[in-house]
């Protein structure tokens, strides 16, 4: 965890957070005083998490975290009035976003800091595996037309199609999607 947005109107409250922080060893700690200006920071800079301690000076904070959640690959917690607690997580429920009651335990904020941090690494790692299997199965697309294309117009089986393609694409020190991409470019009289 790299970077953290402190959004609250208090600026001593912004100082206390930050001394909290500090010792999770935090790159970057960063503040904004309106739920707007965290709006354009975050156009700005990639947080890992945003930490809005409520009511900001331009709204109250759920519209901001759950606008940010949908937009950003971000972590959230919001500090509230522990009389709101349970009607801030019930607007809140389809989110992933973590509710802190006030007056603030700095054990309870650095355990949910935690847990928000490593929760994120998770998320990132499964959607990095994501795109990787996504990418795979693209390849094997379009490996598969280019066998279809050999089958079609070459008369060869799936077997013959699939060595052709990799032999191939060892030959000339390239991937099987690449020759695929050519034998369908040859072959595609679209």
Partial sequence: MSSVLLVCKQDDVIRGLADILRPMNFQLIDSANSAAEGRRRLQEIEYDLVIVNTPLGDEFGVDFAVDILEKFMVGVILIVKSELVDHVEEKLTDTAAFVVPKPLNRQLLVQ???????????????????????????????????????????????????????????????????????????????
């Fill in 112 to 190: 949910n800091v935690r847990f928000v941090c490593q929760s994120r690494e998770k998320i990132q790692k499964l959607q990095s595996q994501n795109q990787a299997l996504k990418a795979k199965i693209e390849d094997l697309g379009v490996v598969y037309r280019g066998k279809l294309f050999l089958m079609g117009h070459l008369d060869m089986t799936e077997d013959q199609a699939h060595r052709y393609i990799q032999k191939k694409a060892m030959d000339m020190r390239t991937s099987p999607r690449k020759v695929a991409e050519q034998i369908i470019k040859t072959y595609d009289k679209k």
